[in-house]
């Protein structure tokens, strides 16, 4: 007679070093899939007790005290399912990224993640050590192993449950977004079942931590490798899953929900709006404040920080100078008043002049130039902190990847914030998301980007009829050369084979190279993309490394 686990996901959104809190979230999810759904077995992410990535709290000389407090009143609430659970262990000395089998007030098993990311956001080998066991544990009449995260995308821990007889792989995990990683995932799992000839449960971390988000997709394949269920994506949850053991103790997993896809636009949007909504949320700050310029990337800003966090907690401040357009200072009105935030409007003439007095004496015999434009930004930079340390709400600057890659921005200027929620979008996504919000986000098409602000020729407007393109190459070949320079690593004469003008090429490389010193004091924000500005790319300020081959 064919038996029934249910599975319960725990696409759980936890707090790094809230040890704590995570455990009562633990403990209360365990309660809650035992009288909602009955749950034989509810597994929760990679280092759920501690969250991911704790980074150099693994170092601090108390963890290992927190974690066994933590693991006890596990044990001690004595919840009558089998629980798993991910947490960092330390054993003689050595550190390891851990998951415990425990039901009731007993630990069942443990297992050792094997294999250790070290690259991209990555850099696991810095704290762990690896382990080399597999674990099988025979639950409910079928044998079901365990790995952690990484191991699922090495050959050895897949031989290893092969071999020990697995009918189930459990797989936890911390992975986090970037576009299109939910097909990369999908496809490694079926590959895996395939090999295996057994079905794999894949359960994710969601929520934003710092510039990462994890976008949970929890899910699980069959033995052929279709995708049976999958849980919706930046959405926190339990969710139920069936899984079907034979009388031999072979599992079968019967077609169940499976969300549905989404657009690249929709992946991004969706990102960025869990993104800022954790980085304010979590970090306590009660709002937000940002310049709203009458541009498309302040306007796409401001549409996600409300639907982020709500219109209540969100301020946009206009500073008009006397280069700033009347189409802006309309559109940056007309955008709040769609949105329905707090909106106010401060001239910054006077504290420029009053910048421009003060260093007459300095600026005497030097010809008008950047500086006077540099003033303008930060003098808004001012204001913004200003408004920010009072009110303790947090700023958000508003540059592109566009623009930080080639130094298009001003140091403690626009520069000057917390949180930056489009540091890895092209100009050119950025133009795509804003009619994304406009016509595919929510559940009606609810314009709240003005067309001309999308329409418009992009400028800084720091001086008399200035446009991006006076400065830059059109976005469209900017963004090109930045992919194939930035996320692709390639050089000067490859990208240039790739058809490129040799002399544009040139130049894009020299400034993305010249403003290193600026990235490393620009706010942190969403990752998006595989090689994002941060975690992903650590290039030295001070190196002489030709453009060339």
């Not at 929620?421 to 929510?442: I, P, Q």
């Amino acid at each position: 007679m064919t038996q029934r686990l249910k599975v319960v996901m725990a696409q759980l959104n936890m707090l790094v070093g809230d040890i704590d809190g995570n455990t009562q979230r633990i403990i209360a999810a365990a309660g809650q899939a035992i009288a909602e759904y009955s749950a034989d077995l509810i597994v929760f992410p990679e280092l759920a007790l501690i969250g991911y990535p704790p980074e150099d709290l693994l170092l601090r000389p108390s963890l290992q005290i927190r974690i066994e407090k933590a693991l006890e009143k596990i044990l001690t609430a004595d919840l009558q399912v089998t629980i798993v659970v991910g947490f960092p262990e330390l054993v003689d000395g050595k550190l390891y990224n851990a998951l415990a089998v425990i039901k009731g007030k007993q630990c069942l098993t443990g297992y050792r993640k094997q294999c250790l990311p070290n690259y991209q956001v990555f850099d696991e080998r810095r704290y762990f050590a690896p382990g080399h066991d597999c674990c099988v544990l025979e639950i409910s009449g079928t044998s079901v192993a365990f790995t952690i995260c990484e191991d699922l995308w090495e050959v050895e821990p897949m031989a290893q449950v092969r071999e020990a007889g697995a009918q189930l792989l459990v797989n936890i995990n911390a992975s986090p977004f970037h576009i299109d990683k939910l097909d990369e995932r999908m496809e490694l799992l079926r590959r895996r079942a395939i090999e295996g000839n057994f079905p794999i449960v894949y359960v994710n971390l969601v929520g934003g931590q710092d510039e990462l988000v994890f976008d949970g997709g929890s899910m699980a394949v069959n033995e052929e490798g279709d995708c049976c269920f999958l849980a919706p994506r930046y959405v926190e949850g339990l969710y139920p899953l069936e899984v079907a053991i034979q009388p031999n103790g072979t599992c079968r997993v019967p077609m169940q929900e499976v969300a549905p896809e989404l657009s690249l636009e929709a992946q991004v949007y969706q990102a960025l709006v869990l993104g800022v909504r954790d980085y304010v949320g979590k970090n306590g700050f009660g709002g937000v404040v940002l310049g709203l310029s009458g541009g498309i990337d302040s306007a796409l800003t401001l549409a996600i920080a409300v639907d982020a966090l709500g219109k209540e907690r969100v301020q946009a401040v206009m500073m008009p100078f006397e280069y700033t357009s009347q189409l802006s200072i309309d559109a940056a009105s007309q955008q709040a008043g769609l949105l329905g935030v707090d909106y106010q409007v401060i001239a910054i003439n006077e504290v420029y002049t009053a910048f421009l007095s003060a260093l007459s004496d300095e600026f005497a015999g030097f010809e008008v130039d950047v500086s006077e434009q540099n003033i303008q930004a930060r003098t808004r930079g001012v204001l913004l902190m200003a408004i920010s340390n009072k009110k303790g709400v947090l700023v958000l600057t508003t540059g592109n990847k566009s623009e930080i890659a080639v130094g298009y921005s001003t140091l403690y200027g626009d520069m000057a914030g917390g949180f930056d929620a489009l540091k890895d979008v092209s100009k050119s996504l950025v133009y795509r998301l804003a009619s994304y919000r406009n016509t595919g986000y929510g559940a009606e098409p609810e314009t709240v980007i003005p067309s001309q602000v999308i329409e418009r020729p992009p400028s800084a407007e720091l001086a008399p009829d200035q446009l991006d393109q006076d400065s830059l190459p059109p976005y469209h070949v900017l963004d090109k050369i930045l992919e194939l320079y930035v996320e692709k690593d390639l050089s000067a004469d490859a990208i240039v084979a790739e058809g490129f003008d040799e002399d544009v090429v040139r130049q894009v490389l020299r400034l993305v190279d010249l403003n290193e010193h600026k990235r490393r004091q620009s706010p942190v924000g969403v990752r998006l993309t595989e090689r994002g500005f941060g975690r992903d790319r650590r290039y030295p300020i001070t190196n002489a490394w030709p453009i060339g081959d």
